[in-house]
């Protein structure tokens, strides 16, 4: 079995090399078939720092994380693709993680959550993510999911501009056998920094709530730029 990771950025030259030498040095047993940075029209060194940590680079002119992702999987040559947020780091365990959770007869998981800022609030959220509710699931957890699978559901909706890592996982989890890994990925508090914990945090419950009372993308984005302003990108 080989691993193809995939990365979407925009202007992420303050993790992007770190994140991919740790992964490199994450793979003891041969499993990392590639990783694959796609970047959406970055104004910093991101790119620059990718290729020189030795990643695929590929360049998408939609600055959107479900068009981004799909791209890379579409270049992906991997048995299993781990979609995974630049400001993000899994287990060091990733590679055996993975391998153990397909051989055991599932096509498609995540890793519960843990922010690197230590706020109660936080650490509340955080908490919430080890239980199987798709309430739960967004991308900072990061998504692994085998090539079958991930060509069975379409892959990411293009459509969405928002949410989309919670919409894939629901419907990955009525096609096929999905697993909560019980360890957690250690993602960036930096937005939440930026904005404050309870304003993002009230954003994102709002934003969640209109989404499954049937808002459209454009209401989201909308709603979305109201709450946080333009800095926030779709993707990285």
Not at 78 to 87: N, Q, T
């Amino acid at each position: 079995m080989k691993i193809s990771i995939i990365i979407p950025t925009c202007n992420e030259e303050g993790f992007i090399q770190s994140l991919l030498r740790y992964l490199n040095g994450l793979d003891a047993h041969g499993l990392l078939r590639e990783i694959i940075v796609v970047d959406g029209s970055s104004t910093d060194r991101t790119v620059a720092h990718a290729k020189l940590a030795g990643a695929i680079v590929l360049s998408s002119d939609i600055r959107s994380r479900a068009v981004q992702l799909n791209l890379g999987a579409e270049m992906a040559t991997g048995d299993v693709y781990y979609f995974l947020h630049a400001d993000s780091l899994p287990p060091e365990s990733l590679f055996e993680d993975l391998y153990n959770t397909i051989d055991a007869g599932f096509e498609a998981g995540c890793y519960q959550l843990s922010f690197d800022k230590s706020h109660w609030f936080l650490r509340l959220n955080a908490w919430f993510t080890r239980f199987d509710c798709e309430a739960f699931r967004f991308g900072d957890q990061s998504l692994f999911v085998t090539q079958n699978a991930y060509h069975k559901i379409g892959g990411y909706d293009q459509k969405l501009t928002i949410l989309e890592d919670n919409e894939i996982i629901t419907r990955l989890k009525k096609k096929v056998k999905f697993r909560l890994l019980n360890k957690k990925v250690v993602t960036s508090a930096r937005k939440y920094i930026a904005c404050g914990v309870f304003r993002l945090q009230f954003s994102y419950y709002l934003l969640y709530l209109f989404y499954k009372l049937g808002g459209t993308q454009q209401f989201l984005l909308k709603t979305y730029r109201v709450l946080l302003g333009k800095s926030w990108s779709s993707s990285g």
